[in-house]
């Protein structure tokens, strides 16, 4: 069984920020990409940013394109989020993934994942 993991979750003024990480346990997995979706109440879970082991690249959501960066380590399977100029709109439960098996889906498709960390809660208030 793998369980990912994330913490860094919290309440911030508008124009902070905050690191969210994510970490993966239990049984050992290598993956191919990991990212980070993130769900408001009534809204559907959408993509925020994304990295491929194989050759590093990222992938970004437009609405967080040059405030978010994504970054981690492969061999720990271990992602972080560095979220700056957090905007009341960035509100939203944010959820790690990691994917296993084959990719049929790029990295910004919610269907390419296997695994899926609980969420942890980011609140930014105007």
């Known amino acids: 069984q793998v369980q990912l993991v994330e913490s860094g979750g919290g309440l911030v003024q508008a124009g902070g920020s905050l690191r969210l990480s994510c970490a993966a346990s239990g049984r050992t997995f290598s993956s191919n990409a990991m990212g980070w979706f993130r769900q408001a109440p009534g809204k559907e879970r959408e993509f925020v940013a994304a990295?491929?082991?194989?050759?590093?690249?990222?992938y970004y959501a437009e609405f967080v394109k040059g405030r978010f960066t994504i970054s981690g380590d492969n061999a720990k399977n271990t992602v972080y989020l560095q979220m700056n100029s957090l905007k009341p709109e960035d509100t939203a439960v944010y959820y790690c993934a990691a994917d296993h098996t084959v990719a049929y889906y790029p990295p910004n498709d919610l269907r390419r994942y296997d695994y899926w960390g609980q969420g942890t809660q980011v609140t930014v208030s105007s």
């Open positions: 990295i491929r082991w194989n050759g590093r690249s990222t």
